[in-house]
Each structure stands twice: as structure tokens, then as C-alpha cells.
DNA sequence: ATTACAAACTAATAGTATTAGTTATAATAA
DNA sequence: TTATTATAACTAATACTATTAGTTTGTAAT
């Protein structure tokens, strides 16, 4: 009947990453991957070696596919328009990848190095867009964290529907952004 | 030997509290916590319905106990010394009860009035701080927001080591504060 | 002292991850 | 073309989890 399907762990990320956009990390279990794989859960257990190293791979889909948008938004944009463009790609990559944003956070192994420089390269552009604000060293640290709460803040509470929606929340983080860039002109002079 | 140990909702919420705060939300289990007590699991389903209940209760107790903290560290205070001091009683208490901050963020049911209430409170509170600031009824919701992404995104990325400690958290909250105390200073005018 | 409520129990079911061991297919060697 | 071999997917089993049903028994009220 069914041996040599195909599986692979490609397959296994791919269908794990829908579940966890789709339906919450909590969702994400190997029973749920082989059910829809049609397959049955041992089977996985070929290509991986268990859901925490499953889940370790989705962090990492997510750290990578969320620094390429940013990458990509900020891409020949310089200063106030570099940061707005990434900004809105931030949120945008939140609301696209629920579960694989959800999962970018968890924090990693201490000596995982891939997660490790995974997670250094957003920074490092945060770092590179700020640069163009000519911040001392210790402000940049300072900015860098101020940039990282307000966007996984807002991103966050937008996900877990904290905001009544009388007012466009669009619109907040519009106001939100704009209020950082005057914070950054402050703290520059 | 042991039936009518004496157990009842409320011990079994403080040892879930205990967990959650200490061992993080995932490893509040009723396992757990039968275990804890010295009691098989069924057992606690003679005072709660189950274990989503049971982390209701927590989200409750978390909203309850935050709203008190930030009440208590505002109180008598007006403008920027309440702002102030209520922003670090928030980052106080995602400190001291890691698990119930957690769970103060799990989206409620869209008809549970007192979990609405609870959370209501907190935004209230944080309303009556703004009310210093004589913004238009729109620049209050966008300041809410923004001041609940910061609070928020701070406090989340610190409990998840998301800042390398080169530089101390503690001063780059200090300044983002400053810096959100300014945004405001500039809605108003 | 008897009754009766309910707290805690045991036993059982169902769902999760995971390991061990089997079968059979696909790729390779003869 | 056939025999060999590696391994993908399987079944069976174990150990957790939550939860339900049904039993025992302490405690409180009569």
C-alpha cells in the first residue's frame, strides 16, 4: 500500500509551519503533521528527531523568512524612510506568519550558534538603519531595545486581539512609529 | 489514610500560581499540581472543571494582581512621576510572576464579562494616567496603545532573554519611558 | 446513631510523544 | 536480470497527559 511516500523533512517543516500559521504553535504536534500527511506519527521520526527539533527548525523558517522582509522593505531606503518601510514590514510578517512569528521569540539554546546568528542578523539591520541617526554607542543598544519592544509590543498585542478595533490600529501604530523617529532625533543631539 | 485532605479551589490555584511562576505556563499541569498537593488527579476535578478553567482563573488572578500593583505604584502621584512609576511597577511585576504575566495575555472569550472587566481596568487605569496629558479622545487610544506596546514588548523580550546584558535593561527602560513621555508632550500640542 | 453529601479514590478511555522491532520498497551490486 | 542492502513507513508497546465514571469513606447534619 504506502511505503516510500515521499515524506521528507522539507515536507514535514512546510506542513508543520502551515499548522502553526493556520491554527497556533499549540497546535503544532506531530500527530496533527501525520494526519495530514496521511501517515502515521512514528513515520516522522525517520526525518526528525523529535517536535522540539521540529519546533527549533520553525524558529529558524521564522527568524529567517522575517529577516528577508525586512531586508527586502528597508532595501534602498535610508533613515526615517528605511525604518517606516521595515516597520510596517515587521507587522505585516506578524500578521502573514502568526505561529512562525509566535515561534521566532522562543528563546534559543544557549550554545546554538545557528539560532544565535539567526537572531543577530535582525539586529544587525535594526543596528545598520539606526546607523544612519548617528547615535553613540550605548543609545544605539538603547534604541535598538526601544525598536524591538514597540514593534514586537504592538505586534503581539494586534495578535492577541488586545486592541478594541474602534480606532484603526493601522493608525496607533502610524503615531507609534512616528513618535520613535522623534524619540531617535532626541536622543541623537 | 487520606480522603478529605482539605483541598480546595483556592490552594489548588495558589500551586498553579507557584508553578506557572516558577516552572513557566507549560508546566502547569493538573499532573503537576496533584503531585504537588499529594493527591491523584482526579481529585482536583471535585473544585475545578477542568484544566482551561483552571487557567482562567490564573489569567484572573494575574489581571487582578497587576491592575493592583500598577494602581498602588500611581497612587498619589500625577503627569510623569505616575507614568513613571506605574511603567516600573509594570516591569516589577512581569518580573516577579513570570507565568500570570503570561497568561494575563491570553485572549478571553468574547462573552466572558469578567475577565473583560479585569483587563478593562488595567486599561482604564492607564487612561486616567494619560488624562494628565489633555489629548483628544484619538491620541488617547493611540497613547494607550503605544504605552501598552512598550510595556509589553519590553517586559515579553526581557522574560525571554532577548537582550544581551552588555548594557543593564533596567537604564534602557528608563529611557524609553523618557522617550514615550515626550511622544506624549508632542500629541498634546 | 443514622443518613447523606461530597471529597478523594481507583479504573478506564482517549490523546499526546516516543522507542523498538518488522516489513517491504527502492536503489545498488552481482 | 536477479540478489543484496539500506531505510522509509509500518505496527506494537510504553509512558505521559486530561478527563469521565463509578466506588469508598470521612464528616457534617439529623
Known sequence: MSPRVGLDLLTIINTAAEIADTDGVDNV??????????????SLFNHIQGLPELKRHLSLRGLTLLNEKLTEAAKGKMKDEALISMA????????EHNGLYDLTLSAPEPNDEEMQTASRKI???????????HLTNE????????????????????????????????????VLIAGFISYLNQLGS
Open 88 to 95: 510596517y514590514g515587521y507587522l505585516e510578517f506578524s500578521r
Open 139 to 174: 543609545n544605539t543598544i538603547h534604541a535598538i531595545r526601544a525598536l524591538r519592544s514597540i514593534l514586537h509590543g504592538f505586534s503581539s498585542l494586534e495578535q492577541k486581539q488586545a486592541f478594541n478595533l474602534a480606532v484603526e490600529p493601522e493608525e496607533s501604530f502610524q
Open 123 to 133: 539586529i544587525q539591520l535594526l543596528s545598520n538603519i539606526l546607523s544612519d541617526y
Open 29 to 42: 504536534t506531530l500527530a496533527a503533521i501525520a494526519r495530514k500527511l496521511n501517515v502515521r506519527s512514528p
